[in-house]
């Protein structure tokens, strides 16, 4: 199901380019099949936007028209930066209230990882190094399993699904390239790489940054308030975001800008200017916000020093580069018990809630298996070594 329709977008004035973008989504939410609509929403400006036409379009229909299910979805990873989920909270609230007052068929979720995929139960409990550039395990784990479970639970009930993302090709170079390959356009409907049934909608493709603001600051969200909050979010953390992730081909752009706002736990970038940013604008709480800063830095020595990883994989695997050095695995059992001691630690100091009770048992869970794998371990090399064995996994 790809189609195309006409677009005049290049030499209009924005007014004119927004309004064209208004015609593509209304043409598209008038096709008869009534697909249900998936909006993904980050609370970033892009997914705003993007949410803020949608909007404009069914509130302008009359009620008998508006016969399509829409669904605004953001993801929460459970190691959201605070305000940036504050955020989405509070505007995903704000999006369900307005939209039953005003009569219209838009409902709000927010997706979250399974307990036993989140950041806490990979770190902690099966020891997974903080995500690196070339080790970027989270995105799949936190954002796009949770989304694509929803599509395929959207689609028990329906034949087809439509899913509506902000992505513009003036992102970054990753995501011109990625989207010209997928030949994407603001009028066209795209497949899904891995979700059959699902076409994905990126109608503010060729939008540029400054569109975007434009569009926001002048216009006051019709959920009803203005964009001052956002606004001076990005202001303060620095401008990029770790977008609601939809495929692996999308994760590229996840935290790889360098001033992002994303998990406050990211270790993808070095330096987390987003957090940082927050702290030297006297945004918010500045001693919270750096002690979770001053515990992201942490982890980072921690992956950086192999003295707290094991020599070998999970799998018990020995992993070499190409020039014959070791690639050391997972956290040591003792460093995975001294994270967790100084989480809750952090979790007195600033008040929140920074990992969730099932976290805990799932973490325990997976310490006593890799326990029991160990004792097993141990007795065979006794058994073939005889009384003292070589160090292992946890020794060596
Ligand atoms: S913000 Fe960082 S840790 Fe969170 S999903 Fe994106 S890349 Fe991973």
Not at 53 to 70: H, S, T
Not at 162 to 176: C, D, Y
Not at 335 to 347: A, D, F, S, T, Y
């Amino acid at each position: 199901m790809t189609k195309s329709t006409a677009l005049p977008i290049s030499v209009a004035t924005l007014p004119n380019r927004i309004e064209a973008i208004r015609n593509v989504i209304r043409s598209e939410y008038q096709e008869a099949h009534h697909y249900p609509w998936l909006v993904a929403y980050s609370g970033g400006k892009d997914s705003t936007l993007l949410l803020q036409l949608v909007w404009d379009v069914i509130a302008d229909l009359p009620p008998e028209a508006r016969q399509r299910r829409v669904l605004v979805v953001g993801n929460d990873t459970l190691v959201e930066s605070p305000l940036v989920i504050e955020h989405l909270r509070d505007s995903l609230n704000e999006i369900s209230s307005a939209a039953q007052q005003q009569g219209l068929p838009i409902e709000t979720k927010i997706t979250v990882p399974c307990i036993d995929q989140t950041f806490w139960v990979s770190v902690i409990g099966r020891g997974y190094i903080p995500p690196t550039r070339n080790f970027r395990w989270c995105t799949d784990r936190m954002k796009i399993l949770p989304t694509t479970r929803l599509l395929k639970e959207t689609l028990y009930n329906a034949k087809g699904i439509v899913l509506l993302i902000g992505t513009r090709r003036a992102e970054s170079q990753n995501r011109r390239r990625a989207m010209d390959r997928r030949e994407v356009t603001s009028s066209h409907l795209n497949p899904h790489n891995t979700v059959d049934n699902c076409w994905m909608f990126a109608p503010l493709a060729d939008l540029e940054d400054n569109d975007v603001w434009m569009t926001l600051m002048q216009h006051s969200a019709p959920w009803g308030r203005t964009h001052r909050r956002l606004i001076t979010l990005y202001r303060n953390a620095g401008g990029g975001e770790c977008p609601l992730v939809l495929t692996k081909e999308q994760a590229p752009s996840c935290g790889s800008s360098s001033p992002r706002f994303g998990c406050w736990t990211c270790t993808v970038v070095r330096k987390d200017r987003s957090l940082r940013g927050l702290i030297d604008s006297g945004y918010s709480d500045t001693a919270r916000m750096e002690a979770l800063f001053d515990f992201r830095e942490w982890l980072i020595d921690l992956r950086e020093d192999n003295k707290n990883r094991l020599p070998v994989r999970r799998d018990g695997n020995v992993k070499r580069r190409n020039d014959g050095s070791r690639v050391y695995g997972p956290f040591r059992l003792e460093v995975r018990r001294e994270i967790l001691k100084r989480l809750q630690m952090l979790e007195r100091q600033t008040g929140e809630q920074l990992i969730l009770p099932g976290e805990i048992d799932c973490i325990e869970d997976v310490w006593w298996r890799d326990e029991i794998r160990e004792d097993a371990r141990l007795s065979l090399r006794r058994s073939i070594l005889g009384q003292n064995p070589k160090p292992t996994l946890e020794t060596a």
